[in-house]
């Protein structure tokens, strides 16, 4: 026997008591590793002294290679300072939310709101920081070439690039970080191509992951890798409008 009026999970009068299951634990978005103030020097500036704080370096005495004459005192040297400065500046957003919304939402919407916020200073902050560093004089292209618009797409970071970049750092007497080693930024692509070398020693191998940096990855000719999403990508400015993303290599107190 055919039943006419079958009620089913699908029937429309009955569509009001077939609701979906709400989960409240809501899924988290997935977040960059901010990686690029770790090595800067960190200095407060105190209320109500301006806008601007002032670093300041030694300069270095050259060797001295003219012996000395018997009982005359040599003239003496005069000592120097290099200052570098920072002003600083306010950055900031809001998430407007309404009484209403708040009270009758089924999500605890202020307290996201403050999270959501609170990740987006941090990111701003690395990004600012990034952008900064970025902005340097001291830059060596790929493949040899002679300026970014020049890089193409075949023009990839190799550990023979690393070399160069140590050697110059060790010219310039720049100071090096933990284990004697300078430390370069790079993104997940630039990691790929160098885990390739033969030489590359993934993090794995040589340290306790208590004293590694945030986003280390791997070690090889004289850098510690550090690795983030966040690391800067020049867009369109190599040849043919190729994306050129940047390794940055550092020793200690390079910034701050």
């Not at 002003?87 to 708040?102: F, H, R």
């Not at 690395?126 to 493949?143: E, F, K, Q, S, W």
Request: charged fraction near 25%; charge should be neutral; hydrophobic fraction near 40%.
């Amino acid at each position: 026997m055919a039943v006419t009026n079958l009620n089913k999970t699908t029937s429309g009068g009955l569509a009001p008591g077939m609701q979906e299951y709400f989960d409240r634990k809501l899924l988290r978005n997935m977040k960059p590793k901010l990686v690029h103030m770790q090595f800067g020097q960190k200095r407060p500036l105190p209320p109500n002294n301006g806008l601007t704080i002032q670093f300041r370096r030694w300069g270095e005495l050259g060797a001295s290679t003219t012996p000395l004459t018997e009982g005359v005192a040599p003239e003496g040297q005069m000592m120097s300072q290099t200052e570098v400065k920072a002003t600083i500046e306010e950055y900031g957003d809001v998430i407007y939310i309404s009484d209403k919304l708040a009270k009758t939402h089924l999500d605890r919407v202020v307290s996201e709101a403050q999270r959501q916020v609170a990740d987006q200073a941090a990111l701003s902050m690395d990004h600012i920081t990034r952008d900064v560093i970025n902005a340097g004089t001291n830059v060596l292209y790929a493949n040899g070439k002679s300026a970014r618009n020049a890089l193409t797409a075949t023009d990839l970071l190799t550990g023979k690039e690393i070399q160069k970049a140590v050697r110059m750092l060790k010219k310039a007497k720049a100071p090096k970080l933990r284990d004697g080693k300078y430390v370069c930024i790079v993104g997940p692509d630039i990691t790929y191509a160098l885990q390739q070398d033969e030489n590359w020693v993934k993090v794995s191998l040589y340290q306790d992951k208590e004293n590694i940096y945030s986003g280390e990855v791997g070690k090889l000719w004289g850098c510690i890798f550090v690795e983030t999403t966040e690391a800067k990508i020049f867009e369109d400015a190599g040849a043919s409008s190729v994306d050129v993303a940047s390794a940055l290599v550092m020793g200690a107190e390079a910034y701050g």
